[in-house]
């Protein structure tokens, strides 16, 4: 082989490198799915108040990719498949008329069973909308609630930073104060440059041994996700960084910024005020690495999504 054929061999390996070492990224977004404000099929429910909007900000993706939204002025529960058709509409039981969803705190448990939680009551449905069972457990100062792979369902208490253990039929399985690995432990070092990361789990094809992470980070993150590739997903504000399991970083994904425009009065003696344009909300990392949110406007409600693509 000749110099020139063997440059023109080592020019083409280097592209074909390149190309699979920069390939892995998200694509989108997509709206996969798009309503209105109101109270009919195809809406979902805006109040404005005080201090802020109140409107659907919580979000659940399944495993297999359905989209839950909690409909909280509308007192209901939407179901969405994975194309973003409809698949169910139900209210949960229990709930009087005219009372709002604190919001839609929940989860999902195997065999297509969907957790939530109104108060003190937490509620096992199946995605038909029947209610498969109910319990009462932990009520205020929740900041996360999460169901694990076996089912066991982990609420955290902030005020006491204690971690509540159920089991699927709601018996308190114990109280602790250690964050469960499956939740991810974090620890964090400051270095010149920035902050170094020890993230542990369970490692994904032996539960019984620890798999350790090490991320390197340019400044302070809070919020560290596994998903079910074993990447992890590494969230502040509206910025997500993937990294695999060797700690390489895979991709950044950065939310739309809002947009808003001030209307001032016309000689009127009403003040200035500030309205939406476009309003996107927090991250959702999908069990797949897909990255979800919600977007709205003075006249739609969608739910958006960027694709991973390896």
Do not use: C
């Not at 209210?91 to 705190?105: D, E, F, K, S, Y």
């Not at 399985?173 to 440059?193: C, D, S, W, Y």
């Not at 032996?206 to 993150?221: C, D, Q, R």
């Not at 309003?279 to 797949?288: C, D, H, R």
């Amino acid at each position: 082989m000749g110099l020139k054929s063997k440059n023109i061999l080592l020019a083409f390996l280097i592209v074909i490198s390149f190309a699979a070492i920069t390939h892995a990224a998200w694509e989108g977004p997509v709206e996969v799915v798009s309503l209105t404000w109101g109270q009919g099929a195809g809406q979902v429910g805006l109040k404005s108040a005080d201090t802020a909007d109140i409107f659907p900000t919580d979000i659940l993706i399944a495993l297999e990719g359905k989209i839950v939204v909690g409909d909280i002025i509308n007192n209901r529960v939407i179901i969405f498949n994975t194309d973003g058709s409809l698949q169910k509409t139900f209210a949960p039981i229990g709930m009087p008329v005219g009372v709002r969803m604190a919001g839609l705190q929940g989860g999902f448990l195997s065999g297509g069973r969907l957790l939530i939680k109104l108060g003190d009551k937490y509620q096992i449905y199946n995605y038909n909308g029947d209610l498969l069972n109910q319990f009462t457990g932990v009520a205020t100062y929740i900041q996360e609630l999460v169901t694990l792979s076996d089912d066991t369902i982990v609420v955290y208490k902030s005020d006491t930073k204690s971690y509540s253990l159920y089991s699927p039929t709601g018996a308190l399985i114990r109280t602790t104060t250690e964050r469960p690995l499956e939740l991810g432990k974090v620890k964090e070092k400051k270095t010149a440059t920035g902050y170094t990361y020890t993230v542990q789990y369970p490692d994904i094809t032996n539960p019984n041994t620890v798999k350790t992470y090490t991320i390197n980070l340019p400044g302070l993150y809070r919020r560290f996700i596994r998903d079910n590739i074993g990447n992890i997903n590494v969230i502040a504000g509206k910025e997500v960084r993937k990294f695999d399991s060797e700690g390489n970083e895979l991709g950044i994904l950065t939310i739309p910024e809002d947009e808003r425009r001030v209307i001032r009065p016309g000689g009127g003696g009403f003040e200035a005020r500030e309205q939406i344009i476009v309003q996107y909300g927090e991250t959702v990392i999908a069990p797949n690495g897909d990255v979800y949110t919600w977007k709205r406007t003075p006249t739609t409600y969608s739910i958006i999504k960027w694709t991973w693509r390896p």
